[in-house]
T-cell receptor, first 111, second 114 residues
Framework: RKEVEQDPGPFNVPEGATVAFNCTYSNSASQSFFWYRQDCRKEPKLLMSVYSSGNEDGRFTAQLNRASQYISLLIRDSKLSDSATYLCVVTVYSSASKIIFGSGTRLSIRP | NAGVTQTPKFRILKIGQSMTLQCTQDMNHNYMYWYRQDPGMGLKLIYYSVGAGITDKGEVPNGYNVSRSTTEDFPLRLELAAPSQTSVYFC?????????????FGDGTRLSIL
């Protein structure tokens, strides 16, 4: 089983729709969680951190469920410019810190 | 604002050749990282550095070497290129601890081994 798993998609939704996707992680020692956005053939860019209490940034909401070991990203009122791949990132702090990227979920917003 | 700069952007190597991927950052970040990203996959950490003179292995270090003689530069060396090393390589840096965010990424180096 992969340490971090994401539905690869693609999610194809109309502009204005609400879309959500999850990311599951297997290591209960995971301590930091993030969502990155990666456009085609570009570098990843931090979208938002994910806090235990959940956090919101404009149209984006991230949540963490430690009991079930998943994080989620909700995008409301989706825009064409939201089309990208969304990468889940988990950091495990132990004797050797590990940064684990998910394979990403592709999102395509259609007019 | 230069940020993280990687060179070259593209390179084709023959099996067995060697090369160095350059990475430099002008943000005075202590932490730097090298990742590889295979098609349709997430990024895998090759090596990282917590400061000048200190480097450590990531998840997939075999076939690579790094050095960190200055805060700004973190080159990645491939000694004997193999087809399995065909990938996109990203360098990144961050202000604080390993895994803390945000990581600032360079544009990437697309490397093909033929």
């Amino acid at each position: 089983r992969k340490e971090v798993e994401q539905d690869p998609g693609p999610f194809n939704v109309p502009e204005g729709a609400t879309v959500a996707f999850n990311c599951t992680y297997s290591n209960s020692a995971s301590q930091s969680f993030f969502w990155y956005r990666q456009d085609c053939r570009k570098e990843p860019k931090l979208l938002m951190s994910v806090y235990s209490s959940g956090n919101e940034d404009g149209r984006f909401t991230a949540q963490l469920n430690r009991a079930s070991q998943y994080i989620s990203l909700l995008i409301r009122d989706s825009k064409l410019s939201d089309s990208a791949t969304y990468l889940c990132v988990v950091t495990v702090y132990s004797s050797a810190s590990k940064i684990i990227f998910g394979s990403g979920t592709r999102l395509s917003i259609r007019p | 604002n230069a940020g993280v700069t990687q060179t070259p952007k593209f390179r084709i190597l023959k099996i067995g050749q060697s090369m160095t991927l350059q990475c430099t950052q002008d943000m005075n970040h202590n932490y730097m990282y090298w990742y590889r990203q295979d098609p349709g996959m997430g990024l895998k950490l090759i090596y990282y550095s917590v400061g000048a003179g200190i480097t450590d292995k990531g998840e997939v270090p075999n076939g690579y070497n790094v050095s960190r003689s200055t805060t700004e530069d973190f080159p990645l060396r491939l000694e004997l290129a193999a087809p399995s090393q065909t990938s996109v390589y990203f360098c990144a840096s961050s202000t604080t601890g390993v895994g803390n965010q945000p990581q600032h990424f360079g544009d990437g180096t697309r490397l093909s081994i033929l």
